[in-house]
């Protein structure tokens, strides 16, 4: 029966997929994926020293590309069983903290914090944090859920429990990168502009995607998301974003 399950919400996935192959591109693309290969990759530079906060056991930086561009990367997450389970090599330095707690440093050209801020309950004191671990003129590389998304707002109504289970059975492919408990705390482009702002970062870059696979399992689901978020955009364009990045700049001032 399980079996039969599974092979049922796979067909269902690849109707979800052809459903979307006749959307504009600007609806096809995939968030993480575009953020690591081309607005993260293209930022790395030789000798930079890099801070990784949440990165955890998957780091975006491998350590063959670590030590290619001979850089110095710094992994900071709040669970150092997480930390650990890197690939040797990945980290130079490892610190097992709460970034919302974090004082760095100031020594870091980039700090690259991928699906972490959704998790924390104040932003504005992780923000405090990253830019700690700066070097005047740094970069923050941000990529996060919106708010704003459909499987954000059930994920803050559904029991934890539920929808670790759930999310297991619907996507084993994620394993154990899916189910922390989230918050979204202000996690939309225009509050996060803003928050960085008033942490000392100037916006160089903002990338809104509207792609995401949480109701693939369900064609007709999936359908019906798909017009929201056509609807959504030509109401509010960014705002309908389902997750998002952000280039910033420690000011140099």
Not at 187 to 208: H, Q
Not at 221 to 226: I, P
Request: glycine share 8%.
């Amino acid at each position: 029966m399980l079996g039969f399950l599974h092979s049922l919400i796979e067909s269902q996935k690849k109707l979800s997929r052809w459903l979307d192959s006749s959307l504009p591109e600007k609806f096809r693309i995939d968030g993480n994926t575009h953020f690591q290969q081309v607005i993260a990759h293209r930022r790395l530079r030789p000798e930079a020293v890099v801070y990784d906060i949440g990165g955890g056991k998957s780091p975006l930086v491998t350590p063959e590309e670590k030590v290619r561009l001979g850089l110095r990367v710094v992994g900071l997450d709040i669970d150092a069983d997480e930390l650990s389970k890197a690939p040797p090599g990945s980290y130079d330095e490892m610190i097992c903290t709460d970034i919302t707690r974090f004082r760095g440093r100031g020594d870091g050209d980039i700090v690259i914090c991928r699906t972490v801020l959704e998790h924390v309950t104040d932003v504005p004191a992780a923000f405090e944090g990253i830019v700690s671990a700066l070097k005047r003129g740094g970069l923050v590389l941000i990529f996060v859920p919106s708010r704003n998304a459909v499987y954000a707002r059930l994920n803050l109504m559904l029991p934890q429990s539920f929808k670790r289970k759930m999310l297991r059975f619907l996507f084993p492919e994620l394993g154990e990168q899916i189910g922390f408990p989230s918050y979204y705390q202000r996690c939309t482009i225009p509050d996060f502009v803003k928050i960085a702002g008033e942490a000392g970062l100037e916006l160089l870059e903002k990338r809104a995607y509207y792609l995401s696979e949480y109701f693939s399992f369900f064609a007709p689901a999936h359908l019906l998301w798909r017009a929201w978020i056509m609807l959504f955009y030509l109401l509010r364009e960014e705002r309908a974003a389902e997750t998002f990045a952000l280039v910033l700049q420690k000011n140099r001032d």
